[in-house]
């Protein structure tokens, strides 16, 4: 089978990887020369290309199956609209009718509550932040197109593993965290994440919308004390944030994501089943245990 990875990073990689390990051809684009060489090397089949640049998608195979997890990256000099909204329509338009399943990655920043209610697919999305904005407006371009129905959308709660381990450096280093002490944080391991995306590929029936996270909210202050104390070390401060309102925004969201249609649907079982299990792993694999 054919498989293309648009957004080969934290996620996407290895999603690819194991396509790969799989048997599947598997085709990966990217804006990068070097990664494309990096890519080649592994026997993944680079495309140089751009979800922003149109016409530089003419010419993207016919495959079966397509994983789209593309991330922001400030540096760009790109709206995070023009990526995510403006990135997936050109996506969209350029690839075969032939293909048959699309699976999205998109974000629990869809959802703006900030009153630690629990959260499910049915709940109302009202984002705050402007990546949850274009996160919907995204899955609302991908559900009016036709492919969308041949699609499932991966509603990620804030993903955390190795080499990605919020605040870890700050509580290292001892300097004061900007966070309220309490709010709700949901996460994924990414070894889960990447698992629920291959579930979701093999078996979720589309179109379909499934949120995917621990189902273990943990309060912020419960989270930082918790990795201090792994790493051995005392807890900094806590201080609300004020200066930037992108990170005061993101602080203050509390809200508590269910994790039961994942369960239903992908029948997953959790390797890191909470932040408890996926930290000690983490930060065992940095001390080299």
């Keep these: 089978m054919k498989k293309l990875v648009v957004g080969c990073g934290y996620l996407g990689a290895p999603v690819a990887e194991q396509w790969l390990r799989d048997g599947h051809r598997v085709h990966v684009l990217t804006r990068s020369a070097e990664h494309a060489e990096r890519f080649a090397r592994q026997g993944l089949v680079p495309i140089l290309g751009d979800i922003t640049v149109p016409e530089t998608l003419v010419d993207l195979p016919v495959v079966d199956h397509v994983l789209c997890a593309v991330g922001y990256d400030r540096r760009s000099g790109l709206s995070i609209k023009n990526v995510y909204v403006e990135g997936l329509r050109h996506l969209l338009d350029a690839l075969s009718p032939m293909t048959t399943r699309l699976v999205y990655v998109s974000s629990t920043g869809v959802y703006g509550q900030n009153d630690g209610s629990w959260i499910d697919e049915n709940s109302p999305c009202q984002p705050t932040r402007e990546g949850g904005v274009a996160c919907l407006e995204a899955e609302r371009c991908l559900q009016s197109h036709a492919l969308g129905r041949r699609s499932v959308i991966l509603r990620m709660c804030g993903i955390y593993g190795p080499g990605r381990v919020p605040r870890i450096a700050d509580i290292k280093a001892g300097r004061p965290i900007a966070s309220p002490k309490y709010g709700y944080l949901n996460l994924i391991h990414r070894q889960d994440a990447v698992r629920s995306i291959l579930l979701a590929e093999e078996n979720a029936i589309p179109p379909d919308l499934i949120l995917v996270g621990d189902g273990c909210p943990v309060l912020r202050r419960d989270y930082f004390a918790y990795l201090a104390e792994l790493l051995a070390t005392d807890l900094p401060d806590l201080v609300v944030p004020r200066n930037d309102a992108a ?25 890191y089943p909470s932040f408890r299990e996926g930290l000690e792993s983490v930060v065992a694999l940095e001390r080299g245990d």
């Design 247 to 271: 990170v005061s925004e993101r602080a203050l969201s509390d809200k508590r994501v269910t994790n039961q249609r994942m369960l239903d649907v992908l029948r997953i079982r959790l390797e």
